[in-house]
């Protein structure tokens, strides 16, 4: 059980952090480090058994007889992923050490952050589509704590709402998608749908499961119209942006496509809609952010660029495209990661993230220059960093289409063309040219602060200069998960002079261009204004308007402190919906009611009504009260007819403690008055009425057939043998439903407790 006792692991030492934080405050990102470190270093033992092509796989019984399980699978694409998230925490783990020593609540910090990656882990692993739901739900609710920690400001309050509502609601229909899909499939497990593509694509709820499940992943990962979150979401700290935003959650809803597309992809409705979604965030993202300043806002747009073409990748589907996806995935992990970090370094060590602000640094902050640059020539695809390989593989799988190659790579270019301008501004602006004034004097960040984003550009070369040892291994085990065949693609970093090539180099050219000539079309584009109706972000205002307007309309027609207003709306609506169900059922059995009456029932009956006659017409609270009471113990009686002593002796103690206690408090209340209205009491009466009558149907509709139940079979036989008890009814409350007629005791005793603390208040009698 190795996945399962790692998971577990990653969640006690989230839980363990704070207690460890307040000991070791002053070098704990050292502590810290070591929980990413020692899951890495754990899924890694697996390498060598997945590289061969076999998968690890473990399950655990949670709730069998729905086909829910503990169950874990791991291949070469949740190896991929979980050595991405695990490497990327052991840096941003590091850094935060360093980064947040000066944050209030740092130790509640290292559970969100903890909790999360954890959560992450169980999200690529999930075998079961709701184990893989409910691990997906706890990176939005930690992702929503991170956004928000700074919740002293509006702005991230805010922001972590927004963020948490949309991807909120792309669960619910994420969550839809699912069980769709086990309707057609009757299973959730992944696995187990992998041979089942021609069932599920030939099934009529192929378009609605389509249709939730990428909703799910697009809110998830960013995607317009739903990108406007993610740029919003850098009022986090700068680790949480560095971790979750650009490496590992935003990836979640890229890993889910990756992973249904054997199941449920290889149709034009799933292809195309994967393909243009990616190529409009790729392309609309990117534009996005020709006049942002501020540093971690730029890195946003340029994650969400790298994010559609990822996307776009999976839509296109083929062999090579699949290989960038791979590389690409890597590449951008690494070299964004990096300068997330490099980011957060010069905001912390200058007191300002306004690119404008920031220049000629490279004398006091060498080490960080060289990260920067390291990171940004793998952004910007320049040989030998492993980015480069990532684009030229994008470009050559692009140009492979016949009928979208040449509008997809014109877009393409243009879309890294602003991403060059955007590396240009965040790693190479703020380290040359002239020395510029900042809030606070700038210096090189401590030695903690530097080894991961250094470590991760360092990768980035690394993995460019032996792209064949390090990532082609995994390749195609990674790929045999999306696609049904072997890539058997080799890596060369290298391809000769071709119109990749050419491309590469055009892409830079512009990139470059766009660069010098920003500031002279900048004033001119900060004038521009898209209108509210095509902003997808003014859709989630009105919208969120909208639902707020709506409760509180909801609030003062339910929730109005009149009680009797609350069961007037529990009583309708409980009627209105029993008796459409009634309705349906009365065509199918004959009710054949017995009026044969004895004496004693009639006076009963009539004692009823004449109590409840007395009751509602009388004046007098005594006699309200004695009629009260003779209602109670008539119905009391009618139980002793009809067999039941126990609940009529219960019914005869109910009955007298209420007495007894209106008696005792009639002298403090005030004189009786009429305050409602004839058209209240006009309405009290229509829906008292209504009441009667469906529940007089109802008694007929069930005494008119012999209700068939195991249930009732089974209590009726164990009750005697099990029990030693011939009353059914009591032995379910005392023994089979023990712990539910405790917890109504433990309620009552506790109702009671607090109105005794109540009568016993007092108010101080003034001088």
Known sequence: MLILTLLATGFLAAAAAPFLYNRFKEF????????????????????????IGNVVRESVPWVPSLGVNFTFLLDGLSLTFVLIITLIGAAVFLFAGTYMKGYEYTGRFYVYIGIFMTSMLGLVLSDNMLL????????????????????????????????????????????????LLYQVTGSFEISAIYDMNEVITGHELYPAIVLLILTGA?????????????????EAPTPVSAYLHSATMVKAGIYLIARMNHAIGGTALWQDTILITGMVTMLFTALLAFKQTDLKKLLAYSTLSVLGTLTMLLGIGSKLAIKAFFIYIIAHSLYKGALFLVAGTLDRE??????????????VMPVTTITAALASFSMMGIIPLVGFIGKETVYTSVLELDYWGTFLIAIAVLANAFVVMITLFVGFKPFWGNLLPTPKKPREAP?????????????????????????????????????????????????????????????????????????????????????????PSAWYDNALQWVLSFANLQTRMLQNGYLRNYIIFIIVTAVALASVSLYHAAGEVTVAPDFSITFYEAAIAFIIVVSVFILITSTSRLKSIVALGVLGFSIGITFVIYGAPDLALTTFAIETLNVILFVLVLYKLPRFLKLSRSSNRVRDAVIATCVGVFMTLTVLFATSFELSSEVKNYFAAASVPEAKGRNVVNVILVDFRAFDT?????????????????LKLKPERKE
């Not at 960013?222 to 850098?234: E, I, T, V």
Request: glycine fraction near 10%; hydrophobic fraction near 55%; charged fraction near 10%.
């Open 28 to 51: 704990f990102g050292w502590i810290a480090v070591t929980f990413p470190l020692y899951l890495f270093f754990g899924f890694l033992l697996s390498y060598p058994q997945i590289v």
């Open 132 to 179: 893989l739901f409910v691990f997906w739900e706890l990176t939005s609710v930690t992702s929503y704590l991170l956004i928000g920690f700074h919740h002293h400001k509006q702005q991230s309050r805010k922001s972590a709402l927004q963020a948490l509502l949309v991807t909120g609601g792309g669960s619910l229909t994420l969550l839809a998608g699912i069980i």
């Open 218 to 234: 697009f809110t998830k990962s960013a995607q317009f119209p739903f990108h406007f979150w993610l740029p919003n979401a850098m």
């Open 350 to 363: 200058t007191g300002t993230r306004d690119v404008s602000q920031l220049g000629g640094l490279r004398k």
């Open 447 to 535: 030695v903690n602060m530097l080894i991961g984003p250094a470590l991760l550009a360092g990768l980035g070369l690394l993995f460019g200069i032996f792209p064949d040892f390090f990532i082609s291994r995994l390749l195609d085990q990674s790929a045999q998960s999306i696609l049904p065949e072997m890539l058997s693609l080799k890596i060369k970093i290298w391809q000769g002079f071709n119109l990749v090539l050419l491309l590469s180099f055009v892409t830079l050219l512009l990139g470059g261009m766009v660069y010098l000539f920003r500031a002279r079309f900048l004033p001119r584009v900060q004038m521009l204004t898209l209108p509210g109706i095509v902003k």
């Open 742 to 758: 405790l917890g109504e005791i433990t309620v009552l005793a506790i109702a009671a407790l607090g109105i005794f603390a109540l």
